[in-house]
């Protein structure tokens, strides 16, 4: 029948999952921690003993911000009492299933990592857990995108590239916090190829980021449309400013502006993720 | 502090799995729903769930507006009526007869449909299910064990006909056991026993598919040639349902996605997006570090 409906049924089928802000700051913090730890595990394995020095300050912040992490993942179960049950089963076709045994496994080496990075205990130990570590941290810091972008929720389910973008956004939180830690210890060897490397970490940020938007189906370009401000602001702030900084006044003085711009876009793409579905689902 | 530990350890006990028993489901025949919800009564009923309330939804006589944690049957009502219709007589005007009452369709119709969780063959809600709580049971039915559920809500967020939900009650997910108590006792589940007009029909799968297929020839030959069966066989991007339905209109006229997608079909890919994506970034910072130690 053609005729026009008195109740249409409704346009978006789909029931918005019952996440909100503790999910938007899980997701900032897995994605910090991730990077710090990512970036410095590779700084301590390939750097001389000056970058060694800001990759355990790295470690030493990985592990707190962590802890963060974990608390919200459980406080925004439904029954938190039963945290325990996700390590009931091992389940490789669910996301949340991987990234809830890659969180525990990097928890842990992460808490030594930290460990050892406080205490005056040092080398080839460090060297070994740094290398064990980054796989699962390079995990963690993916695992999420896959998990948004496989769902049924409009919006997320056509992010084919959501991983890509968050671990990116994982490797730049990572090198930026680093590289305002070592402008502030005077670690001018170490922040030069810090600042080199964000540099083209945040140009492959913005590649990505642009595909990301222009992939998306009639469910992402609402998204858009509903929040504009807050995907602008994204790129703004944590892309185009940051990039700027460190191309055009690089140094120590403007190093930890350029950190506190990639970590305020970091936030606000995460805040606006999380919000798709339920913005969309209202409209 | 026995029962604190009791309840932590309690969910990694593995029982033996049941033997597996002949499939069943629902096979639902829209065209044979009169709206009269005695399923959703039923169904609270048999399974002691609460009331909604009496809310206004303002724009249908459906006043539940969509399946919950706590209303796992749901009588959708589609008012399908031309915008520019003249205004129906009021109701002292009424001259009701026969004439009258068959030149209804001419002026609009109304779909009824009673919905529910479509006990996916593969479903999007146990491959995502990060506990193990939600299984296939012995007869094949999408099962939510509430005693292992912490709440994660990842099933919500992968379910693509939006059926389950979280409950703001005890914080678990919840949706249609299929009265798996009720089959386990060989009885037919409640909303099935109490539809009057045998819209809702249960039984072995193989048997309701051969029936719908009847059933839809026989309303064919009646003149409705929009008529279809949605989710009896599975498509290429989705499996076949447990409860499936016969349908008079588009899929979407009644709430149902018209291609409902498996999410999980893109994880690989997806993964391997994020994967390449992440080697891009440690590339660049290790050839950075590099270049500077050696400089």
Request: with cysteine.
């Amino acid at each position: 029948m053609s005729a026009a409906e008195a109740s249409a049924a409704p346009r978006i089928v789909t029931k918005a999952p019952p996440w909100h802000t503790s999910v938007a700051i899980d997701l900032l913090c897995s994605s910090l921690a991730a990077g710090l730890f990512a970036v410095a595990a590779i700084i301590y394995l390939l750097g001389d003993d000056t970058d060694r020095a800001v990759s355990r300050v790295g470690f030493a912040l990985a592990f707190p911000v962590m802890i963060v992490d974990l608390v919200c993942l459980v406080i925004d179960l439904g029954d938190p009492l039963r945290f325990m049950n996700m390590t009931r089963v091992f389940k490789p076709g669910s996301p949340m299933s991987v990234g809830v045994w890659s969180i525990v496994v990097f928890s842990f080496i992460s808490f030594v990592c930290f460990a050892i990075s406080i205490l005056p205990l040092g080398g080839r130990a460090l060297s070994f857990l740094a290398l064990g570590g980054l796989p699962f941290a390079l995990v963690v810091g993916n695992y999420k995108g896959v998990l948004f972008s496989t769902t049924a929720q409009p919006g997320w389910s056509s992010m084919r590239w959501l991983g890509a973008l968050l671990s990116i956004s994982a490797g730049a939180m990572g090198v930026a916090v680093l590289l305002a830690i070592a402008a502030l210890a005077d670690a001018d060897h170490t922040a030069a190829f810090l600042r080199e490397a964000l540099v083209w970490i945040l140009v492959l940020y913005a590649i990505v980021f642009v595909a990301l938007e222009r992939e998306g189906d009639r469910w992402t370009r609402g998204a858009r449309r509903a929040f504009p401000a807050g995907m602008w602001l994204t790129l703004l702030v944590g892309i185009i400013v940051p990039l700027a900084i460190a191309l055009l006044a690089p140094g120590p003085d403007t190093d930890c502006t350029a950190a506190l711009c990639v970590i305020g876009g970091s936030v606000a793409f995460r805040h606006v993720l999380i919000k798709i579905p339920h913005r969309l689902g209202a409209n | 502090m026995a029962n604190l530990l009791r309840d932590l350890l309690y969910p990694f006990t593995r029982p033996t799995a049941l033997a597996s028993r002949r499939p069943t489901g629902f096979f639902t025949d829209t065209t044979l729903c009169i709206g009269c919800k005695a399923c959703e009564v039923a169904c609270k009923q048999w399974n002691q769930l609460p009331s909604d309330g009496f809310n206004f939804t303002a724009d249908s006589y459906d006043n539940t507006a969509q399946l919950s944690a706590t209303t796992w049957r749901h009588v959708t009502f589609i008012e399908q009526f031309p915008r520019d219709a003249a205004a129906p007589p009021s109701p002292p005007d009424l001259n009701l007869d026969l004439t009258s009452l068959m030149m209804e369709a001419q002026n609009g119709r109304w779909l009824m449909m009673s919905d529910v969780c479509k006990h996916c063959s593969a479903a999007p809600c146990q491959m995502a299910c990060p506990t193990g709580a939600i299984i296939h049971n012995e007869f094949n039915d999408v099962y939510i064990q509430n005693d292992i559920c912490n709440g994660c809500g990842y099933c919500v967020a992968a379910c693509p006909f939006g059926v389950i939900s979280r409950s703001a009650f005890d914080g678990h997910a919840h949706k249609c056991t299929l009265c798996y108590d009720r089959q386990r006792d060989d009885l037919i589940p409640a909303c099935a026993k109490a539809c009057p007009t045998e819209s809702i029909r249960f039984g072995p799968l193989d048997e309701l598919r051969a029936h719908a297929a009847r059933r839809l020839e026989e309303v064919k030959t009646r003149g409705f040639k929009g008529a279809r069966l949605y989710g009896d066989r599975a498509t290429d991007t989705y499996s076949d349902l447990g409860a499936f339905f016969l349908l008079l209109d588009e899929p979407s006229r009644y709430g149902l996605p018209d291609n409902p997608d498996t999410p999980q079909r893109h994880m690989i890919a997806d993964y391997i997006r994020g994967a390449a994506g992440t080697l891009l970034w440690i590339a660049i910072l290790a050839i950075a570090v590099i270049i500077h130690v050696r400089s």
